[in-house]
């Protein structure tokens, strides 16, 4: 999977309409190969990010879980933690 796409579920508070949309984005970028689709493939671009990120928003809404929602702000330190460990120079 893409890396820029991120886990969007049971978070606190929830994943924004943008933040779907985005996921969606990057996710049809990955599967067809274009950063930005030229002019003949722009609609079907559009469309099917419309799609995912609609399909996506059905898929949050339907997930349960017992778990307690993460936060995002401890989420976003230890990946920066992470990030730090993975590119330290030597």
Same mark, same amino acid.
């Given at each position: 999977m893409c890396r820029n796409i991120h886990t969007l579920y049971n978070f606190e508070p929830p994943a924004t309409e &943008?933040?779907?949309r985005a996921a969606a984005e990057q996710?049809? /970028?990955k599967v067809s190969g274009f950063t930005k @689709? !030229?002019? #003949?493939n722009e609609e079907a671009f559009a &469309? #099917?990010?419309d799609e995912i990120a609609h399909v996506t928003h059905h898929l949050l809404e339907a997930l349960v879980?017992? #778990? !307690? @929602? /993460?936060? $995002? =702000?401890v989420e976003a330190e230890r #990946? $920066? =933690? /992470?990030a730090k460990k993975r590119f330290a120079t030597a």
């Open positions: &943008h933040e779907v996710y049809v /970028r @689709p !030229s002019k #003949a &469309h #099917a990010i879980t017992n #778990a !307690s @929602p /993460r936060d $995002r =702000e #990946a $920066r =933690e /992470r």
